[in-house]
């Protein structure tokens, strides 16, 4: 199994620009959810989703879309990039939200805006 | 805002010694995680104490859990140079049980050789 892979694994975007995060798990998981990590920080919830179909949103959710069609996928899409939005981009899955289980994490998407 | 707040920030010791971190959160928890990151790596599940467990081994690491002081603690005993990474605590609220993690902003362990 891959885990969690996420891509790309470095970006630098120009303000205004928009562009996708992608992020897909080959563990049948139901519970998916971004997260950015700033310098020095821990990391912050943007989406979350507990199945195919259902998303919400996150202690920083502005800026951000996501949507789940499928399990395996849950991609997170910048509208109208920012600097503020420079950060790391981690996605992660647990495999059923109300057992609490631990999460598995991606290894990452570093994230530029100029 | 961030729900944990973990103690110290930055801690160094040498190859052998304990290292103890600590986590402090303000809601009730279903569970409480610890995470380790490794520079410039996505972050990898260490151990996970249920609000109804006081304390938990997994090799090295011993975990506590305090809920009347809403407070947690993660010692690694003999270090070593490989453990140097960040660790974090990570909260579940009760009502979500496993989902929805709040993490704290870390403890920059370094153990040297």
């Known amino acids: 199994n891959a885990g969690v892979t996420q891509t790309p694994k470095f970006q630098v975007l120009k303000t205004g620009q928009s562009m996708t995060l992608q992020c897909a798990q080959d563990?049948?998981?139901?519970?998916m959810s971004w997260y950015r990590q700033d310098p020095g920080m821990g990391l912050r919830l943007i989406h979350y989703?507990?199945?195919?179909?259902?998303?919400d949103q996150g202690e920083v959710p502005n800026g951000y879309n996501v949507s789940r069609s499928t399990t395996e996928d849950f991609p997170l899409r910048l509208l109208s990039a920012a600097p503020s939005q420079t950060s790391v981009y981690f996605c992660?899955?647990?495999?059923?939200?109300?057992?609490?289980?631990?999460?598995?994490f991606g290894q990452g998407t570093r994230l530029t805006v100029v | 805002s961030q729900q944990g707040e973990e103690d110290p920030q930055a801690l160094s010791i040498q190859e052998g010694e304990n290292a103890t971190m600590n986590c402090s959160y303000k809601?009730?928890?279903?569970?409480l995680q610890w995470y380790r990151q490794n520079s410039g790596r996505g972050l990898v599940h260490l151990i996970l104490?249920?609000?109804?467990?006081r304390e938990k081994h997994s090799g090295r690491l011993r975990v506590t859990l305090d809920t009347s002081k809403k407070s947690s603690s993660l010692l690694i005993t003999a270090s070593r140079a490989a453990d140097t990474a960040s660790y974090f605590c990570?909260?579940?609220?009760?009502?979500?049980?496993?989902?929805?993690?709040?993490f704290g902003e870390g403890t920059q362990l370094t153990v040297n050789p």
């Open positions: 992660a899955s647990t495999p059923h939200p109300m057992t609490g289980t631990e999460a598995f």
């Open positions: 990570a909260t579940a609220p009760r009502e979500t049980s496993g989902s929805r993690l709040t």
């Open positions: 104490i249920r609000s109804n467990e």
């Open positions: 809601t009730s928890i279903n569970n």
């Open positions: 989703s507990v199945g195919a179909g259902i998303t």
């Open positions: 563990m049948n998981h139901e519970y």
